[in-house]
T-cell receptor, first 114, second 117 residues
């Protein structure tokens, strides 16, 4: 079963508006990561937030983490048409080999209209 | 820097055929992994490796084999393709953190789009 679930599944906004995507997960984590995927391409890492951090910024991106609610949010401020992509959260999960692995959610499809 | 290179980009197989999806990285990453991406399902981990000679299963390993003879290469083999294996396959690599690849950002290839008829 998937560890992380994004909400909403799809989001359509106008250029200049802010976009907020949410991620909920089921079990305790060491860190949570956000990735972006442009159509037909591989995923690109955006930001990693550790379980002892509450907020992290990178340019126009702001990520928050609430471990008590097992949730995270990704905020893109002043969105641009070039931000149109799918966004995924990924959380670590322990596997039998003793190594933590990244488990991805189904993603949020963001469309930014000029 | 090439990063993570996947070949081929596209492949069509008939049911029962076998093939190998290639993945190579030039970043000296210890950790390499294969994911499949299906509509509405996100990415699901197939197999992973934490170094040459060490591989393990992910969430959906059935029907796939892997091996890791070098740090750079991590091929994925389909022994007898089935229509259920129609998907987009991504290879990803990273440095190995203190508890495995989940502590480091993954670098992805651009995918192999596989259709099994």
């Amino acid at each position: 079963s998937q560890q992380g679930e994004e909400d909403p599944q799809a989001l359509s906004i106008q250029e200049g508006e802010n976009a907020t995507m949410n991620c909920s997960y089921k079990t305790s984590i060491n860190n949570l990561q956000w990735y972006r995927q442009n159509s037909g391409r591989g995923l690109v890492h955006l930001i990693l937030i550790r379980s002892n951090e509450r907020e992290k910024h990178s340019g126009r991106l702001r990520v928050t983490l609430d471990t008590s609610k097992k949730s995270s949010s990704l905020l893109i401020t002043a969105s641009r048409a070039a931000d149109t992509a799918s966004y995924f959260c990924a959380t670590d999960a322990m596997f039998s080999g003793g190594y933590n692995k990244l488990i991805f959610g189904a993603g949020t499809r963001l469309a930014v209209h000029p | 820097n090439a990063g993570v290179t996947q070949t081929p980009k596209f492949q069509v197989l008939k049911t029962g055929q076998s093939m190998t999806l290639q993945c190579a990285q030039d970043m000296n990453h210890e950790y390499m992994s294969w994911y499949r991406q299906d509509p509405g399902m996100g990415l699901r981990l197939i197999h992973y490796s934490v170094g040459a000679g060490i591989t393990d299963q992910g969430e959906v390993p059935n029907g796939y084999n892997v091996s890791r003879s070098t740090t750079e290469d991590f091929p994925l083999r389909l022994l007898s393709a089935a229509p259920s294996q129609t998907s987009v396959y991504f290879c990803a690599s990273s440095f190995l953190g203190s508890r495995g690849g989940a502590n480091s950002p993954l670098h992805f290839g651009n995918g192999t789009r596989l259709t099994v008829t």
